[in-house]
């Protein structure tokens, strides 16, 4: 599952402020000249390590995969020659390397590349954050140069989705430590842009790799400038200090109809929910659980908080997956029927309205990350329906490591997504293998064996027809015992001056930092005259 519940991760470019802060028109020359951008990011990446699980769904800016993907997502060849096939078994993909391909330091790309960045994924001794994804993959091998061969467990259909991941060069870790490379921070690859400076904690500058197979890009340094708190990064760009950033819609709505900006709404399959803590006493019950799905106002929510961008939520499966999103699983508000089901399940209502069973009162802490402004909003919105069940929800302000720690005691809005394939927008998130393992996978600690055969029939399976049936299947079983209460899909808006052409719209996943924000396709865009 493309998943990152926690941060979203950012790939951020710095340079010289000066390059797009001086004045509110920009600053220097190459500014006005559109050659240069200074973006505002909502958070810092870890590493730039592909391996380590940096942009898996590709767009990465430094890196390509052999596929990459289209406006319209369809996945289209990068550094192969084609999109990768499979055999008839399902069991063996091919992929062939473009020729002539070179990392930016002038070394030519290599088969082995290929094979050194999957094993890497896979060995045991790396910190890698998506190695599930790849729990299909049994082997990798270069009969050639130019030729890579995936040995998987079973047929895993999506698989040519997992090949957008990065490649890197194998001679960068001769006798080093993947996990601490010197690479991780001043990384070569393939890409478009190369990362001139990373000073962390501030920012990050790309530059143009005039090299680039592609072409060389128009837009010639990119600055990312880190600033994680949402107001923080309004008020910059309000001063002149950035070209664009990403903003909470009702911050953003601000620049509506104002001359020279560009407000743009981007549909995505980007989620928050709250994510129930199985084996709290009182989440335990599936009915309770379904209470609070039930008493949850998901449009209220979207009127409010999301200023209208966004759509309801029930499952992680988007309606932006239309091919298996199922219409009719989906909760109702009913705050009548979560109350009979509460009854139900022994937590009944005192004088004072507060619901208690055994002598033990009904209590759900919801957390929510601190800079996170919308976070904070929907835990409000989200506490306040809970609340008015007779369950006391106190909201908390903490970090995305306590609400790990906590995920058995304490309730926390999550955020993940992705609009390439149900698998991986659900199967790492729900599927009790993944139950009590660390980081971002099942935090929850979900189990229902009904869902957990649904998603591995439909993850295994080649037939279309079945893994079509696969889906319905797991939403339906999943809304009747819902392990999260998902709130809403959001609409990703952004502020951006008006000064480039060729931005194409692309529904994003919840990674959505330089990577697949309104300027996922930035290496292509021109400034204007």
């Known amino acids: 599952m493309r998943v990152r519940h ?59 995969g052999l596929v990459a993907r289209d406006a319209k997502l369809q996945l289209v060849p990068a550094l192969a020659e084609q999109v990768p096939t499979a055999s008839a078994d399902g069991l063996v993909w091919t992929a062939k390397l473009r020729e002539g391909t070179r990392f930016s330091d002038g070394t030519t790309l ?64 001769d006798g080093v430590d993947v996990n601490s490379a010197p690479f991780n921070s001043a990384p070569i690859g393939t890409g478009p842009y190369t990362v001139a400076e990373w000073r962390k904690g501030d920012r990050m500058v790309l530059k143009a790799n005039e090299s680039y197979w592609g072409g060389a890009p128009a837009v010639k340094t990119v600055t990312v400038v880190f600033v994680a708190d949402d107001n923080a990064r309004a008020t910059r760009m309000a001063a002149g200090e950035f070209d664009g950033t990403v903003l909470p819609p009702k911050l953003a709505n601000a620049y509506r109809d ?18 129930l803590p199985s084996e709290l006493p009182l989440t335990s019950d599936p009915r309770v659980r379904l209470a609070i799905n039930l008493g949850v106002d998901r449009q209220a929510m979207i009127d409010t908080v999301l200023a209208g961008a966004g759509k309801p ?25 979560a109350a009979r089901l509460l009854d139900e399940a022994g937590w009944r209502a005192g004088a004072d309205g507060k619901r208690s069973r055994d002598g033990q009162a009904a209590r759900l802490p919801v957390l929510y990350p601190a800079p996170d402004v919308l976070r904070k909003e929907l835990a409000l919105a989200t506490a306040s329906d809970i609340a008015r069940l007779g369950i006391d929800a106190p909201v908390e302000a903490t970090t995305f490591e306590v609400m790990l720690q906590r995920q058995r005691e304490a309730a926390s809005v999550w955020g993940g ?17 993944y139950a009590g393992q660390s980081g971002y996978v099942n935090m929850s600690l979900y189990r229902n064996p009904t869902v957990d055969a649904a998603l591995d029939t439909g993850r295994r399976s080649l037939d279309t027809a079945t893994r079509k049936q696969a889906y319905a299947d797991f939403q339906r079983a999943y809304t009747a015992d819902p392990g999260w209460v998902f709130l809403v899909f959001l609409d990703h808006t952004y502020v951006l001056r008006d000064r480039w052409t060729g931005q194409e719209q692309q529904v994003e996943p919840h990674d959505h930092g330089l990577v697949h924000a309104v300027w996922w396709n930035l290496e292509r865009w021109t400034p204007k005259p």
């Open 417 to 433: 997504g992705d609009p390439y394939d149900p698998d991986t927008a659900a199967y790492t998130l729900l599927h009790s293998r």
């Open 110 to 173: 290599s088969a082995q590349d290929v094979v050194f960045t999957f094993k890497s994924v896979l060995d045991p001794g790396t910190n890698s954050t998506i190695a599930s994804r790849l729990d299909a993959l049994a082997d990798v091998t270069a009969p050639d140069d130019r030729t890579v061969e995936f040995r998987l467990r079973h047929p895993y259909a999506p698989f040519a989705q997992q090949l957008a991941l990065g490649v890197v060069p194998r001679k960068a870790f």
């Open 313 to 337: 939520a029930a499952t992680p499966i988007s309606p932006h997956l239309a091919d298996w999103y199922e219409q009719g699983a989906v909760f109702r508000h009913d705050p009548a029927e």
């Open 258 to 275: 104002r001359d020279g900006y560009r407000l743009v709404r981007n549909p995505s399959a980007d989620y928050r929910g709250l994510g």
């Open 6 to 64: 926690g941060p979203k991760i950012v790939l951020a470019a710095v340079g010289l402020l000066v390059v797009g802060c001086t004045s509110p028109d920009g600053g220097g020359g190459s500014a006005r000249t559109g050659e240069s951008i200074v973006i505002g990011a909502g958070s810092e990446p870890e590493n730039l390590n592909p391996i380590l699980g940096y942009a898996p769904d590709g767009a990465a800016k430094v890196f390509d």
